[in-house]
């Protein structure tokens, strides 16, 4: 018979899981794709960008451009513009 | 709390595999979560629904120790447009389907589960064109506003369409929304009717135009995004000139991809666009804007937002980087990143978009990248068939227009 499973209890699983899970994807990386071992193991984050700047895409944000959306790659943020 | 009833196992107590089930996942070019979904049901004798769950909870918490969060989703409310324009990047995408709410509740549960808590979120109504799903915009619409009420999070709404539909309820919808609407006008009249037309295959400047108008008395504010053909770069200062006078305040330009541009239309589009740029700083107006021209030249970076903290969900749920890569290839999801019902699963394809090494050395081995930083991936797949395989008109449009454009330093 089926248990019913608490929310907690699947937080609590997925997290023994993943713990696990993300130890042995470091190993398997570390020979195959260091760069990405390297990122998993200072845990993520800042690391991952495209150029060594920050990963937080600032020149987007402070410029008025949302998103990847239409035949240029982007659209109009209008949050603080001077109308 | 009740302990589960899970038998303890050796080693740290999880039942044996699925610890390598996850990596596997991880690992895989295409994965297959319904496969460890089963896998953890049946060994911890749980039902389907509370493994799904467990998986969606692992696969997230892999995307927040790996990747930037998500703020900026992009919904395809419909691929349904009720306008035939020849050169759409969508075209071959469209159809009649429309995103059912399950879909889009999930969409937006993704939103703020990957967003970790980041304070300024986006949302952007797309399509097709999104005013033939009202139903679906509006339900989002409150969805995520009340989540975001309850997680003290900001939102921003965006809509890009192509205004025809535009009614006094949808425009007042908006307005109490805040739904900033971009519409899509190629120039004035002459130019914009070339290519944008209805399904009968009449020109729409003037409907568009009407709903402008219509827009203009709630928002105030109006932007346009321009699509640039090879035959229309010649009166592209004009038509920007001529759209101000008619109310418009804010620009993003681009010419046309997926098509070849003769040399010389090249250089038209370069010359026209540092003439708008000579004309924008000579007159300053608080009431224009062009976001590219105010972009600093440094700090630009290879790849875009797309699949690093944007990503767009298809009216099944599938997740892309962006509309654009979800448009040029019908028959396949390039860079799929995964879809509402496991999260983004695809780990290698949100790599190779965060980390662009693929962009970074294809741009290297040809020897352009102190002055081209990859363009767009959906460009690069319309040129090369390869997100991350250069498009060399794109490199050398972004040439010429800094050749000729003051404020075009940061295209590249």
Known sequence: MKKDVRSEDLKRIADEIGADAFGRLTTAFEVSEPEMAAGLRRGGGPGWNCTGASFTCGTYE??????????????????GLTV | MEPLGIAPMPGNGLPPGIGDAVVA????????????????????????????LIVYQIVESFNARLFPPITHLELI??????????????????????????????????????SRGQPDLAIVHFGGEPTLNMRSVRFVTEYAEQRAAESKQTLEFDMTSNGVLLTEETVDYFAAHNIKVLLSVDGLEESHDLYRKDKKGRGTFTRVMEGLTLLKRRQPWIGVKMTVMPECAASLFDAVRGLYDLGVNQFIIGYATGIAWPHEAMETYAAEMGRIYAWYRAHPRNDLRFADFDKPAEGSFYGCQAGKISVTVTVDGEVSPCAKVLAVNKRELLGKLGDVTYGL????????????????????????????????????????????????????????????????????
């Not at chain 2, 060994?43 to 509370?50: C, N, W």
Request: glycine content about 8%; overall charge neutral.
């Open chain 2, 77 to 114: 409310h419909t691929e349904g447009c009720n306008l035939g324009c020849s050169y759409c990047f969508e075209k071959d995408m469209l159809g009649y389907r429309r995103m059912p709410l399950d879909v889009a509740r999930a969409a937006v549960d993704l939103l703020f589960n990957y």
């Open chain 2, 345 to 412: 699963t695809h780990i290698k394809n949100r790599r190779d978009l965060v980390t662009c090494t693929r962009l970074k050395a294809a741009v290297s081995a040809r020897g352009i990248a102190d002055e081209f930083q990859g363009g767009c991936f959906a460009s690069n797949y319309e040129a090369n068939g390869d997100l991350f395989n250069p498009n060399l008109q794109d490199h050398l449009f972004s040439v010429l227009e800094r050749q000729h454009c003051a404020g075009c330093a940061s295209h590249r």
């Open chain 1, 62 to 79: 402070c410029t008025g451009v949302v998103g990847c959306v239409g035949a240029f790659g982007c659209t109009v943020k209008f949050t």
């Open chain 2, 25 to 52: 996942l991880m690992l895989a070019n295409d994965p297959d979560p319904p496969t460890l979904e089963r896998k953890i049901a049946e060994q911890l004798g749980i039902p389907i629904v509370d493994a799904r």
